[in-house]
């Protein structure tokens, strides 16, 4: 089973990320949410109907691309989206103005087979935003993309979900997600295993504190000790248990002890730390 | 749905295998009635009167039941009203020499509908394979998750486009064909030539229109253009070529057969296996072609509705 027991609640506006290894069950989730597999249990709702069998009434109101955005390789990329627009009955010049917003106006009227994957990829973000939609679902917007496209993916995705709108974001970038989603939802093995904004998602692992690099980290480690802080020797470092913002009593504690640090930084837990702890889990029983 | 219409519109507008069959077919008719002309040259009165002689005589045989028995006629037929049909004077005429005849056009746009036919079948075809194909089933789906109203939008669209695209090409030969003829041939038409020519070509477009169709259903359930193709033209060629030898009665049944009845546009005698003889009328061809068209759409629809679209 794909995704078992998902439940899940996306807030309106701001940006979402869904995060979770491959075949965790991210696109089927997103594909269960656009009516494209049909569920063998259980309820969704978007826009406050019921999807799929709703999906028709808020479908204007919805963009989306789910993994590969998949456009006709023999058209170009200006009529790819015209031919989508007519749908809507959404004309030329928004077409344009889609296709000026994700960098690709100059090569609009080229074959999407001359595309390269970053280009295919902004051509299916310009396919979601076609629509100027509420709710943006983007399935792994940055694969392919090359360092310059991630970031200007991530600069997108933050000025849309700044917008008002709600952007479903999933993702294996993990350090893209942290820039840019307000909230996460970790899935393994078709399960959700933790969801909540990214701070409370990182403070939940723990391990708040900072890191010092002195000369002997034992000696530092025994005077801290004896000030009433306990610490703990990791390799040439000490890592001390304290708010980052309460740093300064190591310096004072180490200094009045005559041992001065080379380096002093907050321990930072990113989410892929987190992510690697939550989704190392083996597999629950069935 | 006038939308997803307009949609459907711009979309087999920009296909190029539309445009491609299009050209090569305006190829075909270019080279073939060049040909005809080139080699065509206008009888001479001799030719004529000779011609007109053997007309008469053949018109006689026929009367006399020398060519078809009375038993084998088309059901409500009998010679003097079979005759006149079957035994025409441009059969006769110029037979001497190789001449383009217009009045001939008729016979030629029924033999060409084989070609129309096909490219019926494989634009239809193609036209949901290549979504399948390219994955784009699912970008449309994100747009218009109705999925009837998707795939009855295709057909109606393809179906006209295809109408269009048949009575295009037939009207086409047609005129160059009269031109042809005009300039290096025999022009003259027989009583009722514009008329049976338009029903001809009417015909031709609607049968070609409905084989797209075809193509569409049998393609929405295979999810290939290829697939698709390989089943449609095997069971045509193959399969209904043993059922006709192996099991007689279902002839009159048959998509082919009825189809042939169509564009022919008269009652025809259809051969089984064992010499079997069957009358099939225009009507029950026009109604069985309707009924296998109708149920492949319906199966399309179910299978397009119902499964996962990955």
Known sequence: ?286 | MIRLARSELLRIRSRRLVWVLAVLALVGIAVGVGIGTMKSHPPTSAEVARADKAFARATQACLRGEFIKERRLPEGETLQTWCPDNVLRSQYVFSSGTVLRVSGLPDMLKGTSFLLIVIGIVIGASSVGADWQSGTMATLLTWEPRRIRVLLTRVLIVMAAVFALAVSLQAVLGLAMMAGSALRGDSTTPPGFLTDVIEVILRVGVVAAVASAIGVAISSIGRSTAASLGVIFVYLALVESLLRGLVARVTPWLLSANLFVIVDGRTQSLEGGDAAVFTVTFTHGVLTVGAYATALLILALVFFRSRDVN
Request: charged share 25%.
């Open chain 1, 1 to 286: 089973m794909a995704v078992d027991g998902l439940d899940l609640s996306v807030p309106e506006g701001g940006v979402f990320g869904f995060l979770g290894p491959n075949g965790a069950g991210k696109t089927t989730t997103i594909r269960c949410l656009l009516g494209l597999v049909s569920p063998g249990a259980g309820r969704m709702r978007m826009l406050d109907v019921d999807v799929p069998r709703s999906l028709p009434r808020v479908i204007r109101d919805v963009g989306a691309i789910v993994e590969t955005p998949a456009l006709f390789p023999r058209f170009s990329g200006r009529r790819n989206l015209r031919i989508l627009g007519r749908i809507d009955g959404i004309g030329p010049k928004a077409v344009d103005d889609v296709l000026e917003r994700v960098g690709l106006a100059e090569r609009g009227d080229d074959q999407v087979k001359t595309y390269s994957l970053g280009m295919k990829q902004r051509l299916g973000i310009a396919a979601a935003l076609l629509k100027d939609p509420a709710v943006l679902i983007l399935d792994e917007p940055a694969n392919g993309l090359d360092p310059a496209g991630i970031v200007e993916v991530r600069e997108l995705v933050r000025k849309l979900g700044g917008e008002g709108r709600t952007v479903f974001i999933s993702s294996h970038i993990l350090s893209e997600i942290q820039q840019t989603a307000d909230r996460v939802a970790i899935l393994a093995h078709g399960r959700l295993v933790k969801a909540g904004p990214v701070h409370e998602v990182l403070a939940s692992r723990g391990g708040e504190g900072v890191l010092v690099r002195l000369r002997d980290p034992e000696a530092g480690r025994k005077a801290l000790s004896a000030s009433g802080v306990e610490s703990t020797v990791d390799g040439d470092m000490l890592r001390v248990p304290i708010p980052p913002a309460e740093a300064e009593k190591v310096t004072r504690f180490l200094a009045e002890r005559g041992l001065f640090l080379s380096e002093l930084r907050p321990d930072e837990v990113d989410l892929e730390t987190v992510f690697l702890e939550l989704t190392r889990e083996p597999e629950p029983p069935a």
